[in-house]
């Protein structure tokens, strides 16, 4: 089993001090995925319950593209929409995706004008959108696609192991 900073949750701050909600929000959106993606296989990422839909391989790599654009925009101060990524399509594809949620959140608490200032560029011809898209874009667009990630794993017969998502705890026995 891999060791990682969403293994569990810290005890929530008080989320009306400053950004510990939208922090709370991101070490939420970790914990799930991380645990969603436990024990995955290679072939549970290949897997599409029907022609069209999306694997969780697919899953995986928006899931990537979504959360780097958070983490550019905060970066950065703005982010146009990569598309989605072409690869990070595999069983510890998740690995990368906590590293940039870890990321983005330690810019964030060092620097909360960060998260004020940030901006996402989407759609044609560029339309500015402020801090506030990034909640309601690509973060809750994340946690959608996690809640697929688990739904699929189901389909393809490799349940995720049951966390306790409300209390930050890991599956007993992990």
Same mark, same amino acid.
């Given at each position: 089993?891999? #060791?990682? +900073? ?44 029907? +022609? ?33 990524? #072409? ?16 990321? #983005? ?44 990630? #688990? ?18 705890? +890991?599956?007993?026995?992990?």
């Amino acid at each position: 089993m891999v #060791t990682t +900073p969403f293994d569990s949750l810290p005890a929530p701050s008080n989320p009306t001090d400053g950004v510990e909600g939208v922090v709370r929000l991101l070490q939420g959106l970790g914990f799930r995925l991380r645990w969603a993606c436990e024990g995955l296989a290679e072939a549970d990422c290949d897997a599409k319950p029907v +022609p069209g839909a999306w694997s969780i391989g697919d899953q995986l790599a928006h899931l990537t593209a979504l959360v780097r654009w958070g983490r550019s925009a905060v970066e950065n101060g703005q982010a146009s929409w990569p598309g989605n990524v #072409t690869d990070n399509r595999h069983p510890l594809a998740y690995l990368e995706i906590l590293e940039d949620l870890s990321a #983005t959140i330690g810019v964030i608490r060092r620097d909360p004008r960060a998260l004020a200032e940030a901006t996402l560029l989407a759609g044609a011809p560029e339309p500015v959108f402020g801090a506030g898209y990034l909640i309601n874009g690509p973060w809750a667009d994340a946690l959608h696609h996690v809640g697929q990630v #688990t739904l699929l794993r189901k389909l393809v017969g490799n349940p995720a192991p049951a966390a306790r998502a409300f209390h930050g705890q +890991p599956p007993k026995g992990a």
